[in-house]
Each structure stands twice: as structure tokens, then as C-alpha cells.
Nanobody, 124 residues
């Protein structure tokens, strides 16, 4: 596995914004894919969005559509997740994952490397 590090999580109030960062060493969004997922307590890991070769930017979650935006950083191994108008139900551990040489997919089993996750807690 190639190292992936997420950062930017924390405690925010409902309605506020937060930006998460993902640095995926050994990955390049022009040749690979880097995706964002989240997992709330007692729930399955959910695909949110991804940037990758061939597919470009893909949004997977209706729950965050219009509020969360994925974007590339200045480095091709960096991807951001801008979270606006957050809600208490957005509370989860947010993960970044990399997929070598392929386009984006919502199937977490098809990603090659994962970060340790960053906790986001939204208070009401």
C-alpha cells in the first residue's frame, strides 16, 4: 500500500464549512483516481466523490450533493473535500483512497490504498 494521509477534520457546528485534505503519495490524478469516503458509527462506508483519470470528477452521494465538492490541489497527488452547510448527520470518519491506473468508482473494494481517516463531528 502507498501512504495516504487525510487532514482537516474536527468539531464544527451545523451550517459551518470545513475543508479536508488528502495527500496520496505515489498517486497522480492524471493517471490514477483519488476518492473520498466516510463511515458513520454502525453504518457502511459510503462513497462521496472522486477525481481520476478518464472519469474526471464523479459525485456518488445524494446526501452531500450540492454541499460537498471535491477538487484537485496544486500537486497532482493532493485532493480536497470542501464541506459546506454541514449537518449533524455528516458526523463520521472521512477516508481518502487511491486507485492505481483506473478511473473513479464507488466500490471501495476496488481501491488499492487507504488513509487512516480523519474524524468530523458536527454539533447541532
Amino acid at each position: 500500500q502507498l501512504p495516504i494521509v487525510e487532514s482537516g477534520g474536527g468539531l464544527v457546528q451545523s451550517g459551518e464549512s470545513l475543508r479536508l485534505s488528502c495527500t496520496a503519495s505515489g498517486f497522480d490524478v492524471d493517471q490514477d483516481s483519488i476518492g473520498w469516503f466516510r463511515q458513520a458509527p454502525g453504518k457502511e462506508r459510503e462513497a462521496l466523490a472522486c477525481i481520476g483519470t478518464i472519469t474526471g470528477i464523479m459525485d456518488f452521494s445524494d446526501a452531500v450533493k450540492g454541499r460537498f465538492t471535491v477538487s484537485p490541489g496544486n500537486n497532482k497527488n493532493t485532493v480536497y473535500l470542501q464541506m459546506n452547510s454541514v449537518k449533524p448527520e455528516d458526523t463520521a470518519v472521512y477516508y481518502c483512497a487511491g486507485r492505481k491506473g483506473r478511473g473513479c468508482t464507488s466500490y471501495r473494494q476496488l481501491y488499492d490504498s487507504w488513509g487512516q481517516g480523519t474524524q468530523v463531528t458536527v454539533s447541532s
